[in-house]
């Protein structure tokens, strides 16, 4: 992820993949409990970081707004901590293969019935909880999955997926791709599958975007998964995989809509449902603040 100063969003995971491989090791020879308590004593020194603590203060200033700064550092302590043991617990299911993705059988019925529509389905996301491990969740459903994902060199999300699911294959649509993937993604939908999106992040340059608001301010987010939801008339489930504990997750179904097909990509027609996105994100942060992930500005 690179600097706020640069106010740039990566599709590199904070910490570099040298310290992930690090990890890799502890998990390896010590089990699961030594990686634990080293990533108490990691977290600490990432929280001190005037770097890492620039990545987190948008976000924690504006759901901590009545704090002082020695309260706000010990919550980006606890964010990053977070952070760190969902990224864990994906290492741990990774290499030991120890993990569980949990839902409510209303949720489970909610996605069946979704698909029994036969226009496939789109799951709206953002970088909440264990998303990756979300994914891994919905593929061991036993429907195909699309997961739309950055390509780039260094990026361990990507590595998750070509690597780290079991169960059926998971296709990597490239968004920085022909036409930003869109056509993989309408290809997908006919055959009845499920196509995950970030709905919380845009490629530099992407001028597709809708202003709305988050946290009572203006913020801009794309409007491509709404465009493709009402081209294919597939529904959109806006999901999110909370961490429960030690390797355990569980996915909550947070809204679903269905979006007509004359929205197309008419900003004023699209932004009701981006909204209705963003407003599930922010009535999750006040219930779960620290498994929201957002470390850069999405205000500026």
Known sequence: MTSMTASKWSSKSLGGQLRHQFFY???RIG??????????FVAAWYSLLPSVRRRSQPYLTRRFASCGWLSRLWKGFRLNLSFGMVLLDRIIYRVLGRGAVLAQEEDNERIRSLL??????IVLSAHVG??????????????????VLLQEQGNVDLHFFQQGIRGPS????????PFGGM??????????????VMGDRYLPGDKNLVDVKYFGEQVKLPMFPISVAAAAGAPVAVMATLREGACVARAHVLDVFSVPANVGKRTE???PYVQRFATSLERLAWMQPYQIFN??????
């Not at 089990?31 to 108490?40: E, K, N, S």
């Not at 029994?116 to 389905?121: F, H, K, M, R």
């Not at 264990?130 to 997961?147: D, F, K, R, S």
């Not at 056509?183 to 995950?196: G, P, S, T």
């Open 269 to 271: 027609l699209c932004r």
């Open 183 to 196: 056509i993989e993604m309408l290809k997908a939908l006919k055959r009845n599958e499920i196509v995950c």
């Open 116 to 121: 029994a529509e036969g226009n496939g389905l």
């Open 130 to 147: 264990c998303w990756q491990t979300g994914m891994a969740g919905l593929a061991c459903g036993g429907v195909p999955i699309n997961v």
């Open 31 to 40: 089990g699961i409990i030594p990686p634990y308590i080293v990533l108490v």
């Open 170 to 177: 998971v296709n990597i649509i490239d968004p920085s791709g």
């Open 25 to 27: 090791f502890l998990v």
């Open 295 to 300: 470390f850069f500005d999405m205000w500026n």
